[in-house]
């Protein structure tokens, strides 16, 4: 268990986009670990000479460094998303929302596949689920239901 004040570590995607976008923007893996060194340098001024490595970044350290190799262009993906909802963009169901449906749904007994179709059907007026507001509001109904009797609930 972390503590507070132990920050998030980076994400494996972090590490593909910053060598994507270092070789996209034709830098040798020196330079890009001269980059790296000067984020790591700004948010944390008593690293030591030694201790630079993309390894040891952070979350907030690896987006920094995603910010400066993309430049202006950069914009984080939950504030991507922010925006479109704002926006009124509607953004497509995504496969980690289908399989907690199809989780949760396993949970209620006796309900097969077209049990749940109908569920859907009742909840959002048609099957299958198109945007993340619809599976949101199965997630949300199934969850309150497994809840009610006292089954898991994610």
């Not at 570590?9 to 060598?19: E, K, L, N, S, Y």
């Not at 330079?31 to 040891?56: C, F, N, Q, W, Y």
Request: hydrophobic share 35%.
């Amino acid at each position: 268990m972390r503590s507070k004040t132990q920050q998030r570590d980076h994400t494996t995607g972090q590490v593909r986009a910053i060598f994507g976008e270092a070789r996209r923007c034709g830098l040798d893996n020196e330079l890009l670990h001269e980059l790296v060194a000067d984020v790591i340098r700004g948010s944390s001024p008593t690293v030591m000479e030694g201790a630079v490595s993309i390894k040891s970044l952070t979350f907030a350290q690896a987006e920094a460094v995603i910010q400066k190799l993309k430049g202006k262009s950069f914009v984080p993906l939950r504030t991507l998303q922010y925006r479109r909802q704002s926006a009124g963009i509607k953004q497509v169901v995504q496969e980690g929302q289908l399989k907690l449906i199809a989780d949760l749904a396993s949970q209620r007994e006796g309900w097969t596949a077209e049990t749940l179709v109908n569920f859907c059907k009742r909840q959002c007026g048609h099957h299958p689920l198109r945007t993340t507001e619809d599976a949101n509001k199965v997630i949300e109904a199934l969850k309150s239901m497994n809840q009610r009797e006292g089954l898991w609930a994610a």
